[in-house]
Protein backbone atom coordinates (compact mmCIF):
# COMPACT_ATOMS: atom_id res chain seq x y z
CA UNK A 1 0.00 0.00 0.00
CA UNK A 2 1.21 3.72 -0.60
CA UNK A 3 0.08 6.84 0.84
CA UNK A 4 1.48 10.13 2.04
CA UNK A 5 2.64 10.44 6.06
CA UNK A 6 -0.03 13.35 7.35
CA UNK A 7 1.73 13.64 11.03
CA UNK A 8 3.74 16.84 9.80
CA UNK A 9 4.53 19.18 6.67
CA UNK A 10 7.31 16.59 5.20
CA UNK A 11 4.44 14.45 4.04
CA UNK A 12 6.83 11.37 3.33
CA UNK A 13 5.77 8.79 0.66
CA UNK A 14 5.43 6.01 2.55
CA UNK A 15 4.94 2.31 1.26
CA UNK A 16 3.48 -0.01 3.50
CA UNK A 17 3.82 -4.18 2.74
CA UNK A 18 3.05 -7.48 4.57
CA UNK A 19 4.94 -10.16 4.01
CA UNK A 20 4.57 -13.08 6.66
CA UNK A 21 2.32 -11.33 8.78
CA UNK A 22 5.25 -8.74 9.35
CA UNK A 23 4.49 -5.33 7.89
CA UNK A 24 7.45 -3.35 7.06
CA UNK A 25 6.93 1.07 6.68
CA UNK A 26 9.50 1.94 3.90
CA UNK A 27 10.41 6.18 3.07
CA UNK A 28 9.08 7.61 6.41
CA UNK A 29 11.50 10.06 8.05
CA UNK A 30 10.80 9.46 12.12
CA UNK A 31 9.15 6.87 14.16
CA UNK A 32 6.04 8.67 13.99
CA UNK A 33 5.62 7.74 10.09
CA UNK A 34 5.89 4.78 10.47
CA UNK A 35 3.51 4.04 13.71
CA UNK A 36 0.84 6.15 11.57
CA UNK A 37 1.78 4.03 8.25
CA UNK A 38 1.02 0.71 10.32
CA UNK A 39 -2.05 2.01 11.76
CA UNK A 40 -3.03 3.32 8.22
CA UNK A 41 -2.51 -0.25 6.93
CA UNK A 42 -4.42 -2.29 9.71
CA UNK A 43 -6.90 -0.40 10.86
CA UNK A 44 -7.29 3.00 9.44
CA UNK A 45 -10.25 5.47 11.07
CA UNK A 46 -11.08 8.93 10.68
CA UNK A 47 -13.65 10.97 12.57
CA UNK A 48 -16.31 11.59 10.15
CA UNK A 49 -18.48 15.38 9.93
CA UNK A 50 -21.49 15.60 8.14
CA UNK A 51 -24.72 17.00 7.77
CA UNK A 52 -27.96 15.99 9.31
CA UNK A 53 -31.37 17.21 7.74
CA UNK A 54 -33.94 18.57 10.21
CA UNK A 55 -37.31 17.04 9.54
CA UNK A 56 -39.29 20.12 9.19
CA UNK A 57 -36.20 21.39 7.09
CA UNK A 58 -32.78 22.86 7.74
CA UNK A 59 -29.70 21.37 8.59
CA UNK A 60 -27.41 20.19 11.39
CA UNK A 61 -23.95 19.81 11.01
CA UNK A 62 -22.74 16.46 13.34
CA UNK A 63 -19.42 14.59 14.23
CA UNK A 64 -18.61 11.46 15.37
CA UNK A 65 -17.38 11.38 19.09
CA UNK A 66 -14.64 9.11 18.26
CA UNK A 67 -12.59 7.98 15.05
CA UNK A 68 -14.41 4.86 13.23
CA UNK A 69 -12.96 2.50 10.90
CA UNK A 70 -12.08 4.11 7.85
CA UNK A 71 -14.34 1.01 5.56
CA UNK A 72 -17.73 1.85 7.69
CA UNK A 73 -17.73 5.93 6.40
CA UNK A 74 -20.19 4.67 3.60
CA UNK A 75 -22.34 2.89 5.97
CA UNK A 76 -21.97 6.12 8.26
CA UNK A 77 -23.04 8.43 5.25
CA UNK A 78 -26.09 6.43 4.35
CA UNK A 79 -27.56 6.60 7.49
CA UNK A 80 -27.08 10.07 7.98
CA UNK A 81 -28.78 10.81 4.64
CA UNK A 82 -32.06 8.88 5.74
CA UNK A 83 -32.20 10.42 9.50
CA UNK A 84 -33.92 13.00 10.20
CA UNK A 85 -33.91 15.48 13.30
CA UNK A 86 -37.03 15.91 15.03
CA UNK A 87 -36.28 18.50 17.90
CA UNK A 88 -34.06 21.16 18.93
CA UNK A 89 -30.97 20.53 19.76
CA UNK A 90 -27.81 22.05 21.01
CA UNK A 91 -24.15 21.82 20.45
CA UNK A 92 -22.32 18.79 21.70
CA UNK A 93 -25.63 16.77 22.10
CA UNK A 94 -25.73 13.04 21.95
CA UNK A 95 -28.30 13.28 18.44
CA UNK A 96 -27.88 8.92 18.02
CA UNK A 97 -26.02 5.86 19.80
CA UNK A 98 -23.97 3.64 18.17
CA UNK A 99 -24.79 5.36 14.67
CA UNK A 100 -25.00 2.70 11.90
CA UNK A 101 -23.00 -0.08 14.36
CA UNK A 102 -20.07 2.21 13.78
CA UNK A 103 -19.34 1.99 17.62
CA UNK A 104 -19.58 6.06 17.40
CA UNK A 105 -21.98 8.25 18.87
CA UNK A 106 -23.62 11.46 16.68
CA UNK A 107 -22.62 15.01 18.22
CA UNK A 108 -24.19 17.94 17.33
CA UNK A 109 -21.78 20.82 16.09
CA UNK A 110 -24.39 23.53 16.06
CA UNK A 111 -27.02 24.87 17.77
CA UNK A 112 -30.49 23.82 15.89
CA UNK A 113 -33.86 25.43 16.52
CA UNK A 114 -36.02 22.37 15.06
CA UNK B 1 -23.56 59.49 18.80
CA UNK B 2 -22.52 56.44 20.56
CA UNK B 3 -18.91 56.63 21.81
CA UNK B 4 -16.63 53.15 22.57
CA UNK B 5 -13.38 52.61 23.28
CA UNK B 6 -12.31 49.82 20.80
CA UNK B 7 -14.94 49.70 17.73
CA UNK B 8 -14.47 45.74 15.84
CA UNK B 9 -15.54 45.52 12.32
CA UNK B 10 -16.51 42.41 12.24
CA UNK B 11 -17.23 39.54 14.26
CA UNK B 12 -15.70 36.07 12.43
CA UNK B 13 -12.98 34.74 14.46
CA UNK B 14 -10.93 37.98 14.25
CA UNK B 15 -13.06 40.17 15.76
CA UNK B 16 -14.35 37.73 18.61
CA UNK B 17 -10.85 37.61 20.01
CA UNK B 18 -9.92 41.06 19.65
CA UNK B 19 -13.31 41.96 21.48
CA UNK B 20 -11.77 39.75 24.11
CA UNK B 21 -8.36 40.95 24.00
CA UNK B 22 -9.68 44.71 24.65
CA UNK B 23 -11.77 43.56 27.15
CA UNK B 24 -8.90 42.15 29.33
CA UNK B 25 -7.67 45.61 29.17
CA UNK B 26 -11.39 47.03 30.68
CA UNK B 27 -12.15 48.52 27.59
CA UNK B 28 -15.68 49.34 26.35
CA UNK B 29 -15.91 47.70 22.91
CA UNK B 30 -18.54 47.44 20.01
CA UNK B 31 -18.74 44.61 17.27
CA UNK B 32 -20.43 45.98 13.93
CA UNK B 33 -21.32 42.20 11.84
CA UNK B 34 -22.98 42.10 9.02
CA UNK B 35 -24.59 38.62 8.99
CA UNK B 36 -27.15 37.49 11.39
CA UNK B 37 -24.64 35.85 13.79
CA UNK B 38 -21.30 35.86 15.18
CA UNK B 39 -18.70 33.34 13.61
CA UNK B 40 -17.96 34.18 10.53
CA UNK B 41 -16.99 31.78 7.92
CA UNK B 42 -15.86 29.21 10.73
CA UNK B 43 -20.18 28.91 10.87
CA UNK B 44 -19.98 26.87 7.61
CA UNK B 45 -17.10 25.12 8.22
CA UNK B 46 -18.07 22.04 9.36
CA UNK B 47 -15.29 19.44 8.73
CA UNK B 48 -12.86 19.29 11.97
CA UNK B 49 -9.37 20.29 12.74
CA UNK B 50 -9.67 23.63 13.95
CA UNK B 51 -8.14 24.67 17.76
CA UNK B 52 -5.11 21.82 17.98
CA UNK B 53 -2.52 24.85 18.59
CA UNK B 54 -5.31 27.39 20.64
CA UNK B 55 -7.26 24.83 22.93
CA UNK B 56 -5.26 22.06 22.23
CA UNK B 57 -8.03 19.67 21.19
CA UNK B 58 -9.34 19.20 17.86
CA UNK B 59 -13.20 20.88 17.12
CA UNK B 60 -15.04 21.55 14.28
CA UNK B 61 -15.08 25.07 12.80
CA UNK B 62 -18.83 25.88 14.45
CA UNK B 63 -17.53 24.83 17.90
CA UNK B 64 -14.48 26.44 17.72
CA UNK B 65 -16.56 29.65 16.91
CA UNK B 66 -19.02 29.06 20.06
CA UNK B 67 -16.01 29.20 22.31
CA UNK B 68 -15.38 33.07 21.38
CA UNK B 69 -19.21 33.42 20.80
CA UNK B 70 -20.32 32.40 24.50
CA UNK B 71 -17.45 34.30 25.85
CA UNK B 72 -18.08 37.43 23.60
CA UNK B 73 -22.46 37.11 23.93
CA UNK B 74 -22.10 36.80 28.34
CA UNK B 75 -19.38 39.82 28.59
CA UNK B 76 -21.99 43.27 29.25
CA UNK B 77 -18.97 45.23 28.04
CA UNK B 78 -19.09 43.90 24.72
CA UNK B 79 -22.23 45.26 22.10
CA UNK B 80 -22.47 43.37 19.33
CA UNK B 81 -24.40 44.88 16.25
CA UNK B 82 -25.46 41.67 13.95
CA UNK B 83 -26.52 42.42 10.55
CA UNK B 84 -25.17 46.00 10.14
CA UNK B 85 -23.11 47.16 7.06
CA UNK B 86 -19.87 49.09 7.86
CA UNK B 87 -20.09 51.97 5.48
CA UNK B 88 -17.21 54.13 6.02
CA UNK B 89 -14.84 55.14 8.52
CA UNK B 90 -12.78 57.94 8.62
CA UNK B 91 -9.19 59.14 10.07
CA UNK B 92 -10.57 60.49 13.39
CA UNK B 93 -12.23 57.17 13.79
CA UNK B 94 -16.08 58.13 13.32
CA UNK B 95 -17.57 54.67 11.93
CA UNK B 96 -21.23 54.54 10.08
CA UNK B 97 -22.95 51.90 9.50
CA UNK B 98 -26.54 50.65 9.00
CA UNK B 99 -28.61 47.88 10.03
CA UNK B 100 -32.43 47.10 9.50
CA UNK B 101 -33.28 47.24 13.00
CA UNK B 102 -30.64 49.62 14.36
CA UNK B 103 -30.91 51.77 10.84
CA UNK B 104 -27.81 54.47 10.74
CA UNK B 105 -25.45 53.78 13.28
CA UNK B 106 -22.89 56.24 14.10
CA UNK B 107 -19.73 55.41 16.46
CA UNK B 108 -17.26 57.49 17.83
CA UNK B 109 -14.39 54.98 18.23
CA UNK B 110 -11.43 55.99 20.91
CA UNK B 111 -9.36 52.77 18.40
CA UNK B 112 -11.12 50.57 15.65
CA UNK B 113 -10.13 46.90 14.80
CA UNK B 114 -10.06 46.07 11.40
CA UNK B 115 -11.50 42.30 11.55
CA UNK B 116 -13.23 41.80 8.18
CA UNK B 117 -11.33 38.70 6.80
CA UNK B 118 -11.11 38.01 3.19
CA UNK B 119 -12.87 36.70 0.04
CA UNK B 120 -12.64 34.55 -2.39
CA UNK B 121 -11.12 34.85 -5.91
CA UNK B 122 -13.80 34.64 -8.74
CA UNK B 123 -14.93 32.94 -12.10
CA UNK B 124 -14.22 36.76 -13.32
CA UNK B 125 -10.97 37.30 -11.36
CA UNK B 126 -9.35 34.61 -13.24
CA UNK B 127 -10.84 35.40 -16.47
CA UNK B 128 -12.20 32.34 -17.01
CA UNK B 129 -13.30 32.00 -20.59
CA UNK B 130 -16.72 30.20 -21.85
CA UNK B 131 -20.60 30.49 -21.52
CA UNK B 132 -21.69 32.43 -18.60
CA UNK B 133 -24.04 29.40 -16.99
CA UNK B 134 -25.63 28.59 -13.42
CA UNK B 135 -23.90 26.13 -12.12
CA UNK B 136 -20.25 28.24 -11.49
CA UNK B 137 -19.36 28.79 -7.28
CA UNK B 138 -16.87 29.66 -6.02
CA UNK B 139 -15.58 26.78 -3.13
CA UNK B 140 -16.42 28.95 -0.29
CA UNK B 141 -20.50 30.19 -2.12
CA UNK B 142 -20.65 26.57 -2.22
CA UNK B 143 -20.17 26.14 1.00
CA UNK B 144 -22.29 28.18 3.00
CA UNK B 145 -24.98 27.11 0.19
CA UNK B 146 -24.57 23.33 1.53
CA UNK B 147 -23.73 23.28 5.44
CA UNK B 148 -25.77 26.89 6.28
CA UNK B 149 -28.69 27.07 3.51
CA UNK B 150 -28.89 22.88 3.15
CA UNK B 151 -28.74 22.82 -0.46
CA UNK B 152 -27.02 20.51 -2.60
CA UNK B 153 -25.03 22.98 -5.78
CA UNK B 154 -24.61 20.22 -8.13
CA UNK B 155 -24.67 16.63 -9.08
CA UNK B 156 -21.21 16.08 -11.50
CA UNK B 157 -18.26 18.69 -10.43
CA UNK B 158 -14.67 19.48 -11.32
CA UNK B 159 -12.67 21.99 -8.83
CA UNK B 160 -10.62 24.36 -9.89
CA UNK B 161 -7.56 24.84 -7.54
CA UNK B 162 -6.40 22.26 -4.58
CA UNK B 163 -6.60 24.66 -1.97
CA UNK B 164 -7.60 23.81 1.37
CA UNK B 165 -11.33 25.02 0.83
CA UNK B 166 -11.81 23.28 -2.72
CA UNK B 167 -10.44 19.43 -0.94
CA UNK B 168 -12.87 20.05 1.92
CA UNK B 169 -15.78 20.32 -0.82
CA UNK B 170 -14.79 17.48 -2.83
CA UNK B 171 -15.13 15.42 0.39
CA UNK B 172 -17.99 17.34 1.02
CA UNK B 173 -20.19 16.91 -1.86
CA UNK B 174 -19.04 13.38 -2.22
CA UNK B 175 -20.25 12.59 1.07
CA UNK B 176 -23.97 14.43 -0.32
CA UNK B 177 -23.94 12.13 -2.92
CA UNK B 178 -22.26 13.99 -5.40
CA UNK B 179 -19.25 12.77 -8.16
CA UNK B 180 -16.39 14.77 -8.18
CA UNK B 181 -14.85 13.79 -11.26
CA UNK B 182 -11.49 15.74 -10.93
CA UNK B 183 -9.67 18.64 -8.92
CA UNK B 184 -6.97 20.16 -11.76
CA UNK B 185 -4.61 22.43 -10.20
CA UNK B 186 -3.24 24.99 -12.34
CA UNK B 187 0.03 24.87 -9.90
CA UNK B 188 2.61 21.77 -9.50
CA UNK B 189 1.91 21.32 -6.27
CA UNK B 190 -0.94 21.73 -4.12
CA UNK B 191 -1.50 24.69 -1.47
CA UNK B 192 -3.41 22.42 0.55
CA UNK B 193 -2.16 20.71 3.44
CA UNK B 194 -1.03 17.59 3.17
CA UNK B 195 -3.64 15.92 5.61
CA UNK B 196 -6.69 17.10 3.37
CA UNK B 197 -4.95 15.38 0.24
CA UNK B 198 -5.01 12.31 1.70
CA UNK B 199 -8.18 12.38 3.61
CA UNK B 200 -10.42 15.17 1.45
CA UNK B 201 -8.74 13.01 -1.86
CA UNK B 202 -7.11 9.84 -1.75
CA UNK B 203 -9.83 8.29 0.95
CA UNK B 204 -12.54 9.02 -1.97
CA UNK B 205 -10.60 8.00 -5.35
CA UNK B 206 -10.86 11.99 -6.80
CA UNK B 207 -8.12 12.18 -8.79
CA UNK B 208 -5.93 15.31 -8.79
CA UNK B 209 -3.81 16.89 -11.84
CA UNK B 210 -1.21 19.09 -11.18
CA UNK B 211 0.03 21.55 -14.07
CA UNK B 212 -3.76 21.10 -15.82
CA UNK B 213 -6.01 23.85 -15.46
CA UNK B 214 -9.11 24.97 -16.60
CA UNK B 215 -9.57 26.53 -20.27
CA UNK B 216 -13.12 27.40 -20.84
CA UNK B 217 -16.50 26.48 -20.02
CA UNK B 218 -19.57 25.53 -22.05
CA UNK B 219 -23.50 25.42 -21.37
CA UNK B 220 -25.98 27.58 -22.21
CA UNK B 221 -28.29 27.78 -18.78
CA UNK B 222 -26.83 25.46 -17.09
CA UNK B 223 -23.30 24.29 -17.16
CA UNK B 224 -22.81 21.22 -19.18
CA UNK B 225 -18.88 20.53 -19.32
CA UNK B 226 -15.70 22.45 -19.18
CA UNK B 227 -12.47 21.64 -21.25
CA UNK B 228 -9.31 20.99 -19.27
CA UNK B 229 -5.64 20.78 -20.71
CA UNK B 230 -1.66 20.35 -18.76
CA UNK B 231 0.27 23.66 -18.76
CA UNK B 232 3.69 24.18 -19.17
CA UNK B 233 6.32 25.93 -16.96
CA UNK B 234 4.82 29.34 -18.06
CA UNK B 235 1.41 28.64 -17.30
CA UNK B 236 0.43 28.19 -20.95
CA UNK B 237 -2.59 25.74 -21.68
CA UNK B 238 -1.35 23.07 -24.01
CA UNK B 239 -4.80 23.48 -26.06
CA UNK B 240 -3.76 20.33 -27.89
CA UNK B 241 -4.06 18.43 -25.32
CA UNK B 242 -7.69 20.18 -24.36
CA UNK B 243 -9.67 17.14 -23.24
CA UNK B 244 -13.78 17.72 -22.18
CA UNK B 245 -15.46 16.62 -19.23
CA UNK B 246 -19.27 16.61 -18.65
CA UNK B 247 -20.23 18.26 -15.52
CA UNK B 248 -23.15 20.47 -13.89
CA UNK B 249 -20.78 22.26 -11.73
CA UNK B 250 -17.78 23.78 -11.39
CA UNK B 251 -16.16 24.84 -7.92
CA UNK B 252 -13.23 27.58 -8.11
CA UNK B 253 -10.48 27.39 -5.61
CA UNK B 254 -8.12 29.91 -6.84
CA UNK B 255 -7.25 32.32 -3.74
CA UNK B 256 -7.93 34.72 -1.25
CA UNK B 257 -7.86 38.20 -0.94
CA UNK B 258 -8.30 40.13 2.44
CA UNK B 259 -11.41 42.65 2.08
CA UNK B 260 -10.15 46.23 2.59
CA UNK B 261 -12.55 47.94 0.06
CA UNK B 262 -13.05 50.05 3.21
CA UNK B 263 -9.83 51.40 3.40
CA UNK B 264 -10.02 52.89 -0.27
CA UNK B 265 -9.27 56.05 -0.85
CA UNK B 266 -7.67 56.39 3.17
CA UNK B 267 -4.14 56.91 4.24
CA UNK B 268 -3.50 53.18 5.33
CA UNK B 269 -0.47 52.26 4.02
CA UNK B 270 -1.29 48.57 2.32
CA UNK B 271 1.55 46.08 1.15
CA UNK B 272 1.18 45.22 -2.14
CA UNK B 273 2.34 41.63 -1.67
CA UNK B 274 -0.01 40.83 1.51
CA UNK B 275 -3.19 42.94 0.05
CA UNK B 276 -3.39 43.87 3.57
CA UNK B 277 -2.25 47.15 5.69
CA UNK B 278 1.46 47.47 6.81
CA UNK B 279 1.72 47.24 10.78
CA UNK B 280 3.54 47.18 13.54
CA UNK B 281 3.87 44.64 16.32
CA UNK B 282 0.87 45.89 17.85
CA UNK B 283 -0.58 45.49 14.98
CA UNK B 284 -1.62 48.88 14.19
CA UNK B 285 -1.35 50.63 10.67
CA UNK B 286 0.23 53.54 9.47
CA UNK B 287 -2.62 55.39 10.60
CA UNK B 288 -2.35 56.10 14.75
CA UNK B 289 -5.74 54.39 16.40
CA UNK B 290 -6.70 51.64 13.22
CA UNK B 291 -5.48 48.18 13.80
CA UNK B 292 -5.69 45.20 11.48
CA UNK B 293 -5.88 41.74 12.21
CA UNK B 294 -6.45 38.17 10.84
CA UNK B 295 -7.45 37.42 7.03
CA UNK B 296 -8.13 41.15 6.38
CA UNK B 297 -4.36 41.77 7.27
CA UNK B 298 -3.10 38.70 5.73
CA UNK B 299 -4.14 35.53 4.79
CA UNK B 300 -3.55 32.70 7.57
CA UNK B 301 -3.99 28.76 7.23
CA UNK B 302 -4.55 28.04 10.88
CA UNK B 303 -7.22 29.94 12.77
CA UNK B 304 -5.75 29.43 15.73
CA UNK B 305 -3.24 32.06 14.63
CA UNK B 306 -5.69 34.22 13.69
CA UNK B 307 -6.73 34.12 17.31
CA UNK B 308 -3.87 34.52 18.60
CA UNK B 309 -3.01 38.15 16.24
CA UNK B 310 -6.08 39.93 16.85
CA UNK B 311 -5.66 39.14 21.19
CA UNK B 312 -2.53 41.20 20.15
CA UNK B 313 -4.73 43.58 18.19
CA UNK B 314 -7.67 44.05 20.45
CA UNK B 315 -5.16 44.67 23.64
CA UNK B 316 -3.00 47.05 21.69
CA UNK B 317 -6.24 48.73 20.38
CA UNK B 318 -7.43 49.10 24.26
CA UNK B 319 -4.22 50.84 25.27
CA UNK B 320 -4.23 53.08 22.52
CA UNK B 321 -7.92 54.27 23.01
CA UNK B 322 -6.07 54.71 26.94
CA UNK B 323 -3.49 56.52 25.90
CA UNK B 324 -1.40 53.56 27.02
CA UNK B 325 0.02 52.31 24.01
CA UNK B 326 4.05 53.23 23.86
CA UNK B 327 5.36 54.57 21.25
CA UNK B 328 9.00 55.24 19.78
CA UNK B 329 11.21 54.24 17.26
CA UNK B 330 10.72 51.71 14.46
CA UNK B 331 12.87 49.64 12.41
CA UNK B 332 11.75 48.03 9.29
CA UNK B 333 11.32 44.13 8.80
CA UNK B 334 12.45 42.82 5.44
CA UNK B 335 12.28 39.65 3.59
CA UNK B 336 14.43 38.31 1.43
CA UNK B 337 16.00 35.04 -0.09
CA UNK B 338 13.16 32.68 -0.38
CA UNK B 339 10.94 34.60 2.14
CA UNK B 340 7.95 35.72 0.60
CA UNK B 341 6.38 38.35 2.83
CA UNK B 342 7.20 39.22 6.59
CA UNK B 343 4.78 40.26 9.14
CA UNK B 344 4.29 42.78 11.62
CA UNK B 345 6.84 45.08 8.80
CA UNK B 346 7.90 47.61 11.49
CA UNK B 347 8.96 46.83 15.20
CA UNK B 348 9.60 48.84 17.89
CA UNK B 349 12.85 49.43 19.56
CA UNK B 350 12.57 48.20 23.32
CA UNK B 351 12.43 45.19 25.72
CA UNK B 352 10.87 42.01 24.98
CA UNK B 353 9.89 40.11 22.58
CA UNK B 354 7.83 39.67 19.60
CA UNK B 355 6.73 36.93 16.94
CA UNK B 356 7.70 37.88 13.45
CA UNK B 357 5.19 35.40 10.98
CA UNK B 358 6.60 34.47 7.60
CA UNK B 359 5.64 32.44 4.02
CA UNK B 360 8.27 31.11 2.00
CA UNK B 361 7.96 31.72 -1.75
CA UNK B 362 8.22 27.42 -2.50
CA UNK B 363 9.08 24.37 -0.56
CA UNK B 364 12.28 24.38 1.03
CA UNK B 365 13.51 21.27 2.66
CA UNK B 366 16.64 21.66 5.34
CA UNK B 367 17.06 25.10 5.09
CA UNK B 368 17.88 28.01 8.16
CA UNK B 369 16.08 31.06 9.11
CA UNK B 370 17.98 33.84 9.76
CA UNK B 371 17.43 37.05 11.48
CA UNK B 372 19.96 39.65 11.55
CA UNK B 373 19.71 43.43 12.33
CA UNK B 374 22.88 45.91 11.80
CA UNK B 375 24.16 42.69 9.99
CA UNK B 376 24.40 40.93 13.53
CA UNK B 377 22.52 37.39 14.10
CA UNK B 378 19.92 38.06 15.96
CA UNK B 379 18.12 34.48 16.08
CA UNK B 380 19.02 31.22 13.81
CA UNK B 381 16.44 28.75 13.55
CA UNK B 382 16.66 24.98 11.54
CA UNK B 383 14.10 23.61 9.55
CA UNK B 384 13.06 20.45 8.05
CA UNK B 385 10.61 21.80 5.55
CA UNK B 386 8.91 25.17 5.00
CA UNK B 387 5.92 25.59 2.42
CA UNK B 388 4.29 28.21 1.03
CA UNK B 389 1.16 26.84 2.21
CA UNK B 390 2.05 27.03 5.92
CA UNK B 391 2.70 30.24 7.94
CA UNK B 392 6.09 29.80 9.46
CA UNK B 393 7.27 31.62 12.97
CA UNK B 394 10.38 33.23 14.18
CA UNK B 395 10.49 34.73 17.87
CA UNK B 396 13.35 37.64 18.46
CA UNK B 397 14.17 39.99 21.76
CA UNK B 398 13.82 43.61 21.09
CA UNK B 399 16.71 44.28 22.53
CA UNK B 400 18.66 42.68 20.08
CA UNK B 401 17.16 45.24 17.59
CA UNK B 402 19.68 48.12 16.66
CA UNK B 403 18.48 48.71 12.83
CA UNK B 404 16.41 47.30 10.37
CA UNK B 405 15.86 43.39 10.77
CA UNK B 406 16.82 40.99 7.53
CA UNK B 407 14.61 37.64 7.47
CA UNK B 408 16.31 35.06 5.43
CA UNK B 409 16.63 31.31 4.38
CA UNK B 410 19.87 29.93 3.47
CA UNK B 411 20.92 26.44 2.74
Known amino acids: MNTTCIMCPMGCALTIEEKEGVLTVVGNGCPRGDKYGRAEYSH ?6 TLLKGSRGGVVSVKTDRPIPKDKIGDLLAWAAAYRVDHAVETGEVIAENAADTGANILATSDFKG | ?37 LGGILNQCIHNGFGLHYFGEELTGPEYAKRFR ?11 YLEAMVLSLTEDRLVRAISPTAGLIEIEAGSIVLAMGCRERSAGAIALAGTRPAGIYTAG ?52 LKRNIVQCLNDYDIPLRYSTTVTRVEGENRLTGVYVAPVDERMNPDLSREEYIPCDTLLLSVGLIPENDLLNGSKVEMSRITNGAVVDEYRQTS ?67 VKIYFRVDRVYKGRTV ?23 NIEIDKSLIKGDISIITEE
Open chain 1, 44 to 49: PERVVT
Open chain 2, 1 to 37: MERFDVVIIGGGPAGMAAALGAREKGASVAILERDDR
Open chain 2, 70 to 80: DQVTKDDGIKV
Open chain 2, 141 to 192: MAQRLSNIDGYLVGKEVVILGSGDIGLIMARRMTSEGAKVKLVAEIMPFSSG
Open chain 2, 287 to 353: VPGIFSAGNVLHVHDLVDNVSEEAFVAGRSAAGFARGELSGGDTVNVLPSQGVRYALPQRIHKGEGK
Open chain 2, 370 to 392: LVTSNDEVVKRKKTLVMAPGEMQ
